[in-house]
């Protein structure tokens, strides 16, 4: 965990606040923690939910693993201190996306329980939604879109999550999709989109004051 080098900043408060911009949007913000294997199938669902959002005229947003590794994490690497910086570094800049007033959803494998739960701690209650893609290592190494687990078993990738890096399974994810039992991503996302409306995150549910009460 890197310590923060300067001391004289303030953090500023602007006079529009998440609840408006979620008010403006017609539904809440909520942060979709996407976590999983190399192959599991997390930045297929999560686009798949972006696009059923977005026939909905919902405000959601995908940050995708290697898409951040080609800007704003590109000085990172595959070290366990490096994957937490790049975890922190995403964490920090899904929290604006919740302020902002987005569904956001984040597709990295994660392998640390210890990460993903300090970003969790960065949200309120509610905004923040762990989704374990679940799948076995077998599947994964059968799909291997990537070519990633033949190399890492040649040597050629260090640090492999999976192969020869650890992953840690998620203790208590809101929601499991495991998808070695059901790979249709249509369907998939489905699960997720139904989770957002059984909770309540697609519409703005307005507080009924009791008979009687002043409003």
Known sequence: MRKQKATNVHWHDGDITRADRERLNGHRAVCLWFT??????????????????????IHAYVLDGDNIRHGLNKDL???????????????????LFVDAGFIVMTAFISPYRRDRDRVRALMREGEFVEVYIKCTIDVCEARDPKGLYKKARAGEIKEFTGISAPYEEPVRPELVIDTSEEDDVRINAGKVVAFLEAKGYLELRETVAPEGAQR
């Open 36 to 57: 999983g294997l190399s192959g599991s199938g997390k930045s297929t669902i999560a686009r798949e939910v972006e696009k059923m959002l977005f026939e909905r005229g």
């Open 77 to 95: 690497g595959f070290s366990p201190e490096d994957r937490s910086e790049n975890i922190r570094r995403i964490g920090e800049v899904a929290k």
